[in-house]
């Protein structure tokens, strides 16, 4: 078995588990009178990151792996874990706003306000360039990026009239 097809595995893994919380943690806040906004291109997301995955498995699974990227992909799977602690319960894959409720601002929501993006956007790049992908990098760099430019615009949205301006905690 090569490296890339255990990390291939590991990321697959985790991406897996990952859907299981979103999954868990938006019914629980839809059940405490969440609201979701956005969902008409949830599915614009689930596509671009099935397709980045399933093109990584296609592509990489034989091919050498450069151990300097890897360990960059592996420190922006820690600032992944920083994120999802610090919103908790509250993070999901989809925008979900619980009307009232206090924005997050400790954590690495302290430097920047969409952490979360900051980091999907390096590993959308990081991990074909640890198997030598340069092409597919840029390409999903720049459909995550038009993905990125609709998803922020609408969640900004939803967190300012969730939140109706209150100051961030």
């Known amino acids: 078995?090569?490296?890339?097809?255990?990390?291939?595995?590991?990321?697959?893994?985790?991406?897996?588990?990952?859907?299981?919380?979103a999954n868990h943690n938006t019914?629980?806040?839809?059940?405490?009178?969440?609201?979701?906004?956005?969902?008409?291109?949830?599915?614009?997301?689930?596509?671009?990151?099935?397709?980045?995955?399933?093109?990584?498995?296609?592509?990489?699974?034989?091919?050498?792996?450069?151990?300097?990227?890897?360990?960059?992909f592996i420190a922006l799977q820690l600032a992944r874990v920083w994120v999802i602690a610090t919103l908790g319960d509250r993070w999901t894959t989809r925008i979900i706003t619980l009307p009232g409720a206090d924005l997050v601002r400790r954590g690495p929501y302290r430097f920047v306000s969409h952490p979360n993006y900051v980091v999907v956007a390096a590993e959308i790049a990081i991990l074909p360039l640890t198997f030598g992908l340069l092409g597919f990098a840029v390409l999903f760099s720049f459909l995550n990026a038009a993905?990125?430019?609709?998803?922020?615009?609408?969640?900004?949205?939803?967190?300012?009239?969730a939140t109706q301006d209150r100051p961030r905690s």
């Open 27 to 72: 019914r629980r806040l839809l059940a405490r009178g969440a609201v979701e906004t956005g969902a008409e291109h949830y599915p614009l997301i689930v596509i671009l990151h099935a397709a980045w995955l399933a093109g990584l498995w296609l592509l990489a699974w034989n091919r050498p792996t450069n151990l300097l990227l890897l360990a960059i």
């Open 147 to 161: 993905v990125l430019w609709i998803r922020i615009r609408s969640e900004e949205r939803a967190l300012a009239s």
């Open 1 to 21: 078995m090569t490296l890339s097809i255990i990390v291939l595995g590991l990321v697959t893994v985790q991406r897996l588990g990952e859907l299981v919380l």
